[in-house]
C-alpha cells in the first residue's frame, strides 16, 4: 500500500459536498467515483485538514468522510445521504503511537443496492497495520438537487 505522503490528494470536484474542504484524501484503492467501474472499492488514506488524533470521534468521522463505494460503479454524480451508521471500534483509542498528522486508512466496498438503498462495510487502518475500527452504514442513493 502506498503512504499517503507518495500520494497526491484528492482534488474536490464541483458535485462534492462543501465538508470535503476539511479533509485531506489521499486515493489509493479502487476506481474513482462515476467511473462506472466493475465493482464498489474504495478507500485511501484520510485525515483533517487540521491535524486531529484519532479517537473515537474522529474515527466515527472518518468511517463516514469517503466518497460512497457505490460511486465507483456509476457514471453520474449522485448524493448519497447516510441512514444509518454503526461503528465498531476494535482497540482503545487513541491507539499506541498515534500522532495528530496520521492519516487512517479507509477500505470500503458495498456488495448490495437495491430500490435506491445500499450497505456499504468500512475498515479503518492506522498506519502501522493495526485495525481501528469496522463501520456499517446504510444509504440512499438520489440524483443531485438539480439534475434531470
Request: overall charge negative; aromatic content about 8%; glycine content about 8%.
Amino acid at each position: 500500500m502506498p503512504l499517503p505522503e507518495d500520494l497526491p490528494p484528492l482534488a474536490r470536484a464541483e458535485t462534492m459536498p462543501p465538508f470535503f474542504d476539511h479533509w485531506d484524501h489521499r486515493p489509493a484503492l479502487g476506481a474513482p467515483p462515476f467511473s462506472g467501474a466493475d465493482e464498489a472499492f474504495t478507500g485511501g488514506w484520510m485525515r483533517l485538514a487540521e491535524p486531529r488524533i484519532a479517537d473515537a470521534l474522529l474515527l466515527t468521522a472518518v468511517s463516514d468522510a469517503w466518497p460512497p463505494a457505490p460511486f465507483a460503479r456509476v457514471r453520474e454524480p449522485m448524493t448519497a445521504p447516510t441512514l444509518d451508521l454503526t461503528v465498531h471500534f476494535r482497540r482503545a483509542l487513541p491507539a499506541p503511537g498515534a500522532r495528530d498528522t496520521d492519516h487512517v486508512l479507509g477500505v470500503f466496498r458495498s456488495r448490495l443496492a437495491h430500490e435506491g438503498f445500499f450497505g456499504e462495510d468500512g475498515e479503518l487502518w492506522s498506519r502501522n497495520g493495526l485495525l481501528l475500527a469496522q463501520s456499517r452504514q446504510l444509504a440512499m442513493a438520489m440524483p443531485l438537487p438539480g439534475a434531470p
